[in-house]
């Protein structure tokens, strides 16, 4: 009688009782996390930048800011940012319509090529440069154009800042180009054709300013990138009295430890708003005009004719520069006994890779916790970027996209920044469990986690948009609950991003620098900032030694990711097409 009542016309039903459900319980999870590894340190950096003492004193953070150390370092970032980007866009651009829409050939090889100084850590990419324009240098020597000893290095100096920059970053552009070219349909630039437009009209009056959003994304990404590159600047910069705030940043923290940390927060500051104008800048300059074209169709092919071989062995002579000359250097001087020496039988030695890999217990120690640190990260990134790759994808919503935006935004920053607000979020001990992890590894883990997640999510949200939604439908009215249904349906078909996201954040974190080094210790050190550790000690052959592993290591595992290209998500290699 009681159930017939209650189901009678005018009785209310109990309304049920709220229930945390798998799915609303690991959202949560992956919202605390990621404010915890990126909201709070960057919310902390900003409160400590504009009121250091718990109250807001903005004229604190001016008479920081107002320095006149300050804004030459300042105006010096802005000028080799600029610089470079410029001198980048030049270069991505001539590649981008080189592999897009001329007929040169080995393009693919080419590509790789083009691309592998964006994987080769910025230190290493300055050392190698730095013993390529030595006295001693191998290749120069060979051609008689070596410096000779006591003349002042050309790279330490602004301009070879900026023209390191500009090689570095060249890829970047390089990658938003050609995918905005690729975008666009071949009926104009058949159309300009027919009216008799020449290969430089075209490019000029088409294909550019249709690939306009994709020229100005490039430019922001290599601004973005050179005003943060601490280790280019790091490397030629400080021996040649250059500052650039990311140094003064770096050298006032290793001067004056965690008493400057409102000194430096102000200054990171500074930085980041100069990195978030220029993106700001990038779209609206972007969007400005309506450039919309249907997608879609072959690219235009340009017809280099008799000029084919000149322009093929231009942009091979390009990468024999920019690769063979640097890496030619660093691999002699990793071969001699003592630097300055050069190459031969009689200076022939081994005993640098030996020390690296066995003897130097500093260098051996930097190898075995960049590894374990990296594996970590990798794991750990593995599955949160595919749960969260999940939400973004499938369960769209408001909540969902801020927690994307909190996680890119730490890898948007430059790295350094986030190593001052892990510094600061991370110096006082941890609620609850007493104890501070300033200072040891889990600092850095917690700085690699911040740093790859958008980098690990890329792959993820790629592969999410290439697979079909039915048999996890299926799977849900089936009865399957949600940790079901992503270990038995997801994870299988989502099984080739993983692995191409686990590589890219393997190649990126191994050898990273950015973030790191203001974070290791005596007792807490990666490989990265050794490069820079063993050049100012001195050791000028082991440095070279630990860049060659550096450089085979990304090797190794570009050419292990490529074996396995025809499975993975199109576009998850930044090398491949």
Sequence with gaps: MADIAAAMPGERRPVPAFRLGPETL?????????????????????????????????????????????????????YVALASTLFAVVLGSIAALLTVHSNMRFKAAWVFGFVLPLLIPPQVTALAWVQAFSPSSPVLGFFGLALTPGTRHPLYSAGGIIFLLGIYNAPLVFLTMRAALRRLPANLSEAARASG??????????????????????AAIAFVSAIGNFGIQAMLGIPARFPTLITLIYQQL????????????????????????ALGLSGWLGGRGDVRVEEGGRAVEINLGRGRPLVEAGAWLYLAAT?????????????????????????????????????????????????????SAVVLLSAISLVLAYFISWRKSLFVRLIQLAAELSYVLPGLILG????????????????????????????????????????????????????????RVAGAGFFQR???????????????????????????????????????????????????????????????????????????????????PKGALPWRD
């Excluded at 437009?197 to 490039?218: C, D, E, H, K, V």
């Excluded at 290793?254 to 104008?277: E, F, R």
């Excluded at 030996?354 to 640190?373: I, P, Q």
């Design 26 to 78: 690991v959202l949560g999870i992956l919202a605390l996390f990621v404010a915890t590894i990126s909201l709070a340190p960057l919310g902390r950096l900003a409160l400590t930048a504009i009121a250091p003492e718990g109250v807001l004193d903005l004229e604190r953070a001016w008479s920081v800011l107002a320095r006149p150390r300050v804004f030459t370092a300042a105006m010096n970032s802005l």
């Design 197 to 218: 437009a020449g290969n430089f009209q075209l490019i000029f009056t088409i294909l550019l300013p249709l690939a306009r959003s994709g020229l100005y994304a490039g």
């Design 254 to 277: 290793n001067s004056y430890g965690p008493a400057s940390l409102s000194d430096m927060a102000s200054l990171s500051l500074l930085l980041s708003l100069m990195t978030v104008l």
């Design 323 to 375: 690769l063979l000359l640097p890496v030619s250097a660093l691999v002699a001087t990793s071969l001699v006994r003592g630097f300055g020496q050069e190459l031969g039988w009689e200076t022939l030695t081994l005993t640098n890779y030996a020390n690296a890999l066995l003897y130097h217990a500093s260098v051996r120690d930097a190898f075995t916790t960049s590894l374990v640190l990296t594996v």
């Design 420 to 475: 001052v607000a892990m510094i600061l979020f991370f110096l006082r001990p941890l609620p609850l469990l007493g104890f501070s992890i300033y200072g040891t590894v889990w600092i850095i883990l917690a700085a690699y986690l911040a740093n790859f997640l958008a980098l690990a999510l890329r792959p993820m949200l790629g592969g999410f948009a290439q697979i079909d939604r039915s048999m996890e439908d299926a799977a």
């Design 486 to 568: 992503m270990r038995d349906i997801i994870l299988p078909m989502l099984a080739p991003a993983v692995i191409a996201g686990g590589i890219i954040v393997f190649m990126s974190a191994l050898n990273e620098i950015q973030v790191s080094i203001l974070l290791v210790s005596s007792s807490a050190r990666t490989i990265g900032p050794m490069i820079i550790f063993l050049e100012e000690g001195g050791s000028s052959t082991l440095a070279a030694a630990v860049g060659c592993l550096m450089i085979l290591i990304v090797l190794v595992l570009m050419c292990t990711a490529s074996l396995f290209a025809g499975r993975l």
